[in-house]
C-alpha cells in the first residue's frame, strides 16, 4: 500500500496525493537532523570513528523513544478548512501538545501529540458518541476521533487553513528529471535517498498506527506491544511501503520468566496446546477478527494464517498503509535490527540499497505482488554481501558483528543464535575510500558475473558458499542460516536481474567515459549516469549468463546514449 502517489497497486487511484505538514520543537527532530548532517559530512570519506558512531541510538532505544510519543498521539480526521489556529486552541485545552501535523488521505487529517497521556483523557471525557440515523455502529472507542466543526466554517478564499507539506514519493519520469539535473553519480544517489526515504512525520505515523492496533488487540492481551519492522524502521524504507507489524506478547507468555525470591512461586494457569505454531495461528485469529469486526478505519481484512510466517493483512485508511500483522516473528525483528545497524555504519550502504531498491523497482525485478520476483529484503542482503566482498571491505560481516557482542547482546530464538553487538562504539571499520559512483558500477559487476550457479550469498561469512540446495538464487537467511531467503526466486527472474545487471553495468561505463555531467544550467538536461539507468530497459537474457553482449540491449538505449554526447540532437529528436 502507498500512502503517496506511488500508493499505485491497492488504494492507488481513488487516493488523493497525500500531505502532511508538521509543526513544533522537539528534540526528536533536532536529532535525527544531526544524525542527517552527519551522514551527508562522512559520505565518501568514509571516516566513520567509533566515537562517532556511539553516538547512534540502536534501534531499541528510537523504537521505545517512539512507541511513547504515539502511546500520547490522537489522529483525528477534520475538515479540509478547519482553522488551524482555532483547532489547536480547541484541543490546548485539553493540555500541552508536543507536535502535531496534517496530512491527506480520503480527506484530511491531523496527527495531535500531546505532552502527556493524562490530556487523552481529559480530551475523551469530551468527545461525544456519534447520531447516526439510518446505520448500526460498533461501540468501540478509540484514538482515532473526527472532528466536527459546529460553527460556520471559514470561507474558502479567507481560510487559515492547515499548511499541508506534500509526502509523496514523485514519479519516476519526475524523478529521472531532477537526478539528471545533479552534477554527479554521487550526488543523484544522495538525492534519490532524500526523496525516497520515510519522512519523520510518516515514521510518527507508522508508530501511532500501531499504537491504535495495540488498543484493539490489548481487549484480548491488555500487556501486549505491537511494534513496526520491516523497512518502516530499517532505514531502507520508501514512502508508501507496508507496514509490517509485529504482535509482542512476551510479557505475557513466559519468556520473560521471573526467578522465585523465596520459596513459594505462584504462576499463572495457562490453556496449554502442542504447538506454538497453533498459538499464533489462533492469536491471530481473534486479533484478525477483532480488527475486521471493531477496528475503525481498517478494511479489507485478510487472514493468512497458514502462511510459512501467519498474518492479518489488512488497509488502514485512515493513514494509507497496507498493514501485514505478524505475531511470533522474533526473528523478523533481529534481521530488522541488523539492517538498522548496517545501515547506520556508514551512510553508503544506505544510499546504495536505495539506489538498487529503486533500480530493481523501475525494471520490475521486485514487485509489491508475491511470486518468483526478487525480494527488497533478498535484494538488500545481497548489497550488504557485496559491501562486505569489497577490499577493503565496507562493512563487516555477521559474524564478526557477533564476535564482538557483550553478554547482554546474547539472543538465541528458537535454536538459532542471533546474538551481534548493538553497541555501535565498539565496531571499528576499514578505511574504504571508495565512492558511491564507483560502488554503484562495481555492485552491478559483481552480479553480473557472480557464479549464482554455484555458490550461495551469506552475509554471516561474508563469502560465498557452495550452495547446500538446488535453487537459482540462494541466499542464506543471516540467522536461520539453513534456510534460502530467495527460494521464491526462478531462474527467469534471476536471468532478468544478471541481465539488467550487464546492461547497467556497461551503461554506468559509458556514462564514465563520455563524461557527460547533467549540471544545474540546462532545464531538462537528457537523463545520464544514474538516471538513464532508471529509464526502461529492454533487455535480452542470454542463456547461460556468460555472454556479454557487446552492444547496448535496444534503439532507445542507443538514442539515450547519442544524447548524451549530444543533448542538443536530443532536444531537436
Ligand atoms: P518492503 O516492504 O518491500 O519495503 O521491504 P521489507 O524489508 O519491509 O520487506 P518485507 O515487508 O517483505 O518483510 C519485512 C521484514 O521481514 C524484512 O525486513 C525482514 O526483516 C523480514 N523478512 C522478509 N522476508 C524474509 C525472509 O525471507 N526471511 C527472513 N528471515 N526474514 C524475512
Ligand atoms: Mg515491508
Redesign the pocket.
Known amino acids: 500500500m502507498r500512502l503517496t502517489r506511488s500508493f499505485g497497486t491497492t488504494m492507488a487511484s481513488s487516493l488523493a496525493v497525500c500531505r502532511l505538514h508538521m509543526k513544533g520543537r522537539g528534540s526528536l527532530v533536532k536529532y535525527l537532523r544531526k544524525v542527517d548532517s552527519y551522514l551527508h559530512r562522512t559520505i565518501g570519506t568514509n571516516v566513520v570513528s567509533a566515537q562517532e558512531r556511539e553516538g547512534c541510538k540502536s534501534l531499541y532505544a528510537v523504537q521505545a523513544e517512539r512507541q511513547e510519543q504515539a502511546e500520547r498521539s490522537v489522529l483525528i480526521s477534520c475538515h479540509t478548512r478547519t482553522n488551524e489556529k482555532k483547532f489547536l486552541k480547541y484541543l490546548s485545552m485539553h493540555g500541552d501538545i508536543n507536535k502535531y501535523f496534517f496530512y491527506e488521505s480520503y480527506g484530511m487529517y491531523a496527527v495531535v501529540e500531546f505532552a502527556n497521556r493524562e490530556s487523552l483523557a481529559s480530551l475523551f471525557e469530551e468527545a461525544a458518541i456519534p447520531i447516526v440515523s439510518h446505520e448500526s455502529m460498533v461501540p468501540f472507542k478509540s484514538r482515532l476521533l473526527s472532528l466536527r466543526n459546529l460553527g460556520s466554517a471559514d470561507p474558502p478564499n479567507q481560510q487559515s487553513g492547515q499548511r499541508c507539506q506534500s509526502q509523496t514519493t514523485i514519479p519516476i519520469n519526475e524523478l529521472i528529471q531532477r537526478l539528471s539535473k545533479e552534477g554527479s553519480i554521487d550526488q543523484q544517489m544522495t538525492s534519490l535517498t532524500d526523496v525516497y526515504q520515510l519522512t519523520e512525520e510518516n515514521s510518527r505515523l507508522r508508530f501511532l498506527v500501531c499504537s491504535l492496533l495495540k488498543d484493539i488487540a490489548a481487549a484480548y492481551f491488555p500487556e501486549c506491544t505491537i511494534k513496526p519492522?520491516?523497512?518502516?524502521v530499517?532505514g531502507?524504507?520508501?514512502l508508501g511501503?507496508?507496514l509490517?507489524m509485529f504482535l509482542d506478547l512476551d510479557g505475557i507468555s513466559g519468556r520473560n520468566a521471573k526467578m522465585p525470591k523465596s520459596g513459594f512461586l505462584l504462576e499463572y494457569q495457562m490453556k496449554q496446546t502442542n504447538s506454538e505454531r497453533a498459538v499464533t495461528q489462533s492469536i491471530l485469529s481473534v486479533i484478525g477478527d477483532c480488527v475486521d469486526q471493531f477496528g475503525p478505519g481498517c478494511v479489507g481484512v485478510q487472514k493468512i494464517l497458514n502462511a510459512r510466517c501467519p498474518l492479518v493483512r489488512f488497509a488502514h485508511q485512515p493513514s494509507g498503509f497496507q498493514c501485514?500483522l505478524t505475531a511470533n516473528?522474533r526473528?523478523?525483528?533481529k534481521?530488522?535490527e541488523l539492517?538498522y545497524l548496517y545501515g547506520e555504519l556508514d551512510p553508503r550502504v544506505r544510499h546504495l540499497v536505495f539506489t538498487v531498491?529503486c533500480w530493481a523497482r523501475a525494471h520490475a525485478i521486485?514487485s509489491?505482488i508475491p511470486g518468483a520476483w526478487i525480494?527488497?529484503?533478498?535484494l538488500?542482503v545481497m548489497v550488504l554481501f557485496f559491501l562486505q566482498r569489497r577490499s577493503p571491505s565496507v562493512i563487516p560481516t555477521l559474524d564478526h558483528l557477533r564476535d564482538l557482542a557483550g553478554p547482554a547482546d546474547k539472543s538465541f530464538i528458537e535454536g538459532n543464535d542471533c546474538t551481534f553487538v548493538s553497541d555501535f562504539g565498539k565496531i571499528h571499520l576499514q578505511s574504504n575510500p571508495e565512492t558511491l559512483e564507483r560502488l554503484l558500477c562495481e555492485f552491478f559487476e559483481f552480479y553480473a558475473t557472480f557464479p549464482f550457479n554455484k555458490m550461495s550469498i551469506s552475509i554471516r561469512q561474508g563469502k560465498e558458499l557452495n550452495k547446500p540446495e538446488v535453487a537459482p538464487l540462494h541466499i542464506q537467511?543471516?540467522?536461520?542460516t539453513t534456510?534460502n531467503?530467495?527460494?521464491n526466486v526462478n531462474a527467469t527472474q534471476l536471468d532478468r536481474f544478471v541481465a539488467l545487471c550487464k546492461e547497467s553495468s556497461w551503461l554506468l561505463q559509458q556514462t564514465e567515459t563520455s563524461k557527460a555531467r547533467g549540471g544545474n544550467v540546462e532545464k531538462a538536461p537528457a537523463p545520464w549516469g544514474l538516471a538513464s539507468l532508471l529509464v526502461p530497459l529492454q533487455v535480452a537474457v542470454t542463456k547461460g549468463r556468460k555472454k556479454r553482449r557487446p552492444e547496448p540491449a535496444s534503439e532507445r538505449i542507443k538514442s539515450l546514449l547519442a544524447s548524451l554526447k549530444n543533448p542538443n540532437q536530443q532536444k531537436k529528436s
Open positions: 519492522f520491516g523497512s518502516s530499517n531502507f524504507g520508501k511501503c507496508d509490517d501485514d516473528n526473528v523478523a525483528m534481521s530488522t539492517l531498491r521486485t509489491s525480494t527488497n529484503f533478498s538488500t537467511n543471516p540467522f536461520e534456510l531467503v530467495s527460494k
